[in-house]
């Protein structure tokens, strides 16, 4: 009777691991259920977002966030939404492919930052998050070709 446990336990997580990629990819598991159609609002590709006429300079990425510490548990979440400004067609679809790293880059910074620098209840230092980013664009994209800008950082203090 106890094998049969077992048995039933690993047939179920099996079908479970078989079923899981189907949902994943959005076909509702199995072939059921209506796939999602993309359209243009949907976000563009490498981790960037597709904007509105009027902002072609601009490149939005995904929000980031990081868990604020305060000695060696969370006290609240740190969220950030930024892009790059840049004004060459060329420049700006190269960052878009490297937006992978950028993103990294930027959430390791960020991460940093409210783990360790950020004092809850505080207000951010802006100036030191802006320049550690414009120094990593730097790094990444080329010096002057692209300007860092932060749209929204928001602070969650527990």
């Known amino acids: 009777m106890k094998n049969f446990k077992f048995i039933l336990i690993g047939i179920a997580s099996a079908l479970i691991l078989m079923a899981g990629p189907s949902y994943a990819s959005g076909g ?12 243009s609002d949907e ?3 490498y981790g960037t977002k597709k904007m509105s006429s009027g902002a072609e300079n601009f490149l939005q990425f995904y929000p980031t966030a990081a868990t604020i510490f305060s000695g060696h548990s969370p006290a ?24 992978p790293r950028l993103r990294d880059a930027y959430g390791r910074i960020l991460s940093q930052y409210a783990g360790s620098l950020y004092t809850a209840g505080e207000v951010p230092d ?3 998050l802006a320049s ?25 203090d527990h």
């Open 76 to 99: 609240g979440l740190m969220h950030m939404e930024y892009g790059l400004d840049i004004k060459d067609q060329r420049i700006r679809e190269r960052a878009a492919k490297l937006a």
């Open 132 to 156: 550690r980013m414009q120094g990593v664009t730097d790094r990444i994209i080329g010096k002057g070709n692209a300007r860092f800008l932060v749209s929204t950082l928001m602070v969650r």
């Open 28 to 39: 509702g598991g199995g072939g059921h259920g209506k796939a999602k159609e993309k359209t």
């Open 126 to 128: 802006m100036q030191y």
């Open 43 to 45: 976000p563009s590709t």
